[in-house]
């Protein structure tokens, strides 16, 4: 048996490993932060702002949609979307011939 003095830097925790992302979570982060940019830009810009989200021949419509679905919850301003001919289409004034005839609840 042996006795010692001991230091409390031996008692705290060890910082851990950070864990690589995957390819498909990096690519989920730079499109969450593109989309998340554009807001930005729709939020500051004029009421009458238009923009338009056009797909890669590699993306679903269905998979980009719940991104951008996702991201208009998350964000402080009234914005609002629409899908039209395999393009999204954001605005903060009401898209033309959109669903959504019912006022929506406000959170």
């Known amino acids: 048996m042996k ?3 001991a230091k409390l830097e031996e008692l705290a925790p060890k910082p851990r490993k950070q864990r690589v992302m995957t390819p498909r979570q990096i690519a ?3 499109r969450d932060q593109m989309i998340q940019k554009m807001l930005n830009e729709i939020a500051v810009g004029p009421m009458s702002g238009l923009k338009k989200i056009e797909l890669d021949p ?3 419509l269905m998979t980009i949609r719940l991104a951008v679905a996702r991201q208009i919850a998350a ?3 009234d914005v609002n979307m629409g899908v039209r001919g ?3 289409y954001i605005s903060r004034s009401p898209i033309p011939g959109a669903r959504g005839g019912r006022p ?4």
């Open 3 to 5: 006795i010692r003095d």
């Open 28 to 30: 989920a982060q730079k």
């Open 58 to 60: 590699d993306e679903k």
């Open 104 to 107: 929506r609840k406000k959170a």
């Open 86 to 88: 395999g393009a999204i």
């Open 75 to 77: 964000h402080p301003a």
